[in-house]
């Protein structure tokens, strides 16, 4: 789900990421002013990492949240997805600019949805709506997503922006046509097992017990998303262990394959200047100075600003965010959506120096 990444006045020196303590204050007040029951930080400087953990998996409970637990990411899995994208593109599987309906013939019966590409579906601009009436219906496959799609309203015009659940579940369902396999097994294997992220699930093992349960603001167990079609867009759970690594692999600069993904992830294909954001491939870029956003062909990596994704779902709240010009970054998971204390913490925490 889309959650809306604004900053506030109140700023923490970059320095805060050193330890701990520095949140320590913040991240108890929030849990304490909104009885949250636990929330897992990541601090990221450099190459080293600092995992603070707050609070329990679930409100009664004497297990305590820790670099482990798992939680919903919501609309993080959308950073997951364009990373396929991405690594097919470096690898000659598919082109950005290449028409989406060239995967999905079913498409092309419907001239509306003929021109959009996978940089329209990755980037917001494809048209398509935030959601179907049966997004999170749990039976929902890709036939009934593309049947849905097909019957509804929707006008598929590029190059305006519109959240789109819908288009990086779409962007999902192509990938499975171009690798010819599921999209849970495209991920496993070309980014989960070869990334070294083990705790990063679309269905957690049952024997996995490490799992934090959320809770709606009326402080009721929020019912997770289903794994269904739309998965690609908000259906996967992690941990700030793994998170905190996933961040790292952003500026690392190797000569691998996802560090030539990343430059092609981490381009502003287009600028909001009444939102102050650049659009990258599921990510953002807020540069620090607002007249950027007038220029929207330069890498965010030349710039300073932060790059950042949030999420929510019915009963959680992720944010992931770092500054590539000195490479800290701050991961937040929380068991209490729609948290936004936590996110402002997360963009103070990575405010320029003064």
């Given at each position: 789900?889309?959650?809306?990444?604004?900053?506030?006045?109140?700023?923490?020196?970059?320095?805060?990421?050193?330890?701990c303590?520095?949140?320590?204050?913040?991240?108890?007040?929030?849990?304490?002013?909104?009885?949250?029951?636990?929330?897992?930080?990541?601090?990221?400087?450099?190459n080293?990492?600092?995992f603070?953990?707050?609070?329990?998996?679930?409100?009664?409970s004497?297990?305590?949240?820790?670099q482990?637990?798992?939680?919903?990411?919501?609309?993080?899995?959308k950073?997951?997805?364009?990373?396929?994208?991405?690594?097919?593109?470096?690898?000659?599987?598919?082109?950005?600019?290449?028409?989406?309906?060239?995967e999905?013939?079913?498409?092309?019966?419907?001239?509306?949805?003929?021109?959009?590409?996978?940089?329209?579906?990755?980037?917001?601009?494809?048209?398509?709506?935030?959601?179907?009436?049966?997004?999170?219906?749990?039976?929902?496959?890709?036939?009934?997503?593309?049947?849905e799609?097909?019957?509804?309203q929707?006008?598929?015009?590029?190059?305006?922006?519109?959240?789109?659940?819908?288009g990086?579940?779409l962007?999902?369902?192509?990938?499975?046509?171009?690798?010819?396999k599921?999209?849970?097994?495209?991920?496993?294997?070309?980014?989960?097992?070869?990334?070294?992220l083990?705790?990063?699930?679309?269905?957690?093992?049952?024997?996995?017990?490490?799992?934090?349960?959320g809770?709606?603001?009326?402080g009721?167990?929020?019912?997770?998303?289903?794994?269904?079609?739309?998965?690609?867009?908000?259906?996967?759970?992690?941990?700030?262990?793994?998170?905190?690594k996933?961040?790292?692999?952003?500026?690392?600069?190797?000569?691998?394959?996802?560090?030539?993904?990343?430059?092609?992830?981490?381009?502003?294909?287009?600028?909001?200047p009444?939102r102050?954001?650049?659009?990258?491939?599921?990510?953002?870029?807020r540069?620090d100075?607002?007249?950027f956003?007038?220029?929207?062909?330069v890498?965010?990596?030349?710039?300073?600003?932060?790059?950042?994704?949030?999420?929510?779902?019915?009963?959680?709240?992720?944010?992931i965010?770092?500054?590539?010009?000195?490479?800290?970054?701050?991961?937040v998971?929380?068991?209490?959506?729609?948290?936004?204390?936590?996110?402002?913490?997360?963009?103070?925490?990575?405010?320029p120096?003064?």
């Amino acid at each position: 789900m889309k959650i809306k990444f604004t900053f506030i006045s109140v700023f923490y020196s970059i320095a805060s990421l050193a330890n701990c303590y520095q949140i320590d204050a913040a991240i108890k007040n929030v849990m304490r002013n909104n009885q949250v029951a636990g929330i897992a930080v990541a601090l990221v400087n450099g190459n080293k990492i600092y995992f603070c953990n707050y609070g329990y998996l679930r409100k009664k409970s004497k297990s305590k949240i820790n670099q482990d637990t798992l939680f919903e990411i919501a609309s993080l899995s959308k950073l997951f997805t364009a990373d396929l994208v991405a690594l097919s593109v470096i690898n000659s599987k598919l082109s950005l600019d290449e028409p989406i309906s060239h995967e999905l013939s079913e498409l092309n019966v419907y001239p509306r949805f003929n021109n959009i590409n996978w940089q329209n579906l990755l980037t917001h601009t494809s048209g398509l709506p935030a959601n179907l009436t049966n997004s999170f219906n749990s039976k929902l496959n890709q036939d009934a997503l593309i049947h849905e799609l097909a019957a509804s309203q929707a006008t598929a015009t590029n190059n305006n922006y519109l959240y789109s659940n819908v288009g990086f579940s779409l962007a999902g369902i192509a990938l499975e046509h171009v690798y010819h396999k599921p999209y849970a097994a495209i991920i496993a294997t070309l980014l989960l097992k070869s990334y070294g992220l083990n705790h990063t699930f679309l269905n957690i093992p049952k024997n996995y017990r490490n799992v934090a349960t959320g809770y709606n603001h009326l402080g009721n167990p929020g019912k997770p998303f289903p794994v269904n079609a739309m998965a690609p867009a908000f259906g996967l759970k992690s941990c700030t262990r793994d998170m905190a690594k996933y961040l790292k692999m952003q500026f690392q600069n190797q000569n691998n394959e996802y560090s030539l993904a990343s430059r092609l992830i981490h381009q502003n294909y287009y600028c909001l200047p009444s939102r102050n954001i650049c659009q990258q491939l599921g990510w953002e870029f807020r540069p620090d100075d607002p007249s950027f956003t007038q220029e929207s062909s330069v890498a965010a990596q030349d710039l300073d600003g932060i790059i950042y994704k949030t999420g929510d779902s019915n009963g959680m709240t992720a944010v992931i965010a770092y500054r590539p010009s000195n490479h800290k970054g701050i991961v937040v998971l929380a068991n209490q959506a729609n948290l936004k204390e936590i996110k402002k913490i997360a963009q103070i925490t990575l405010a320029p120096a003064q």
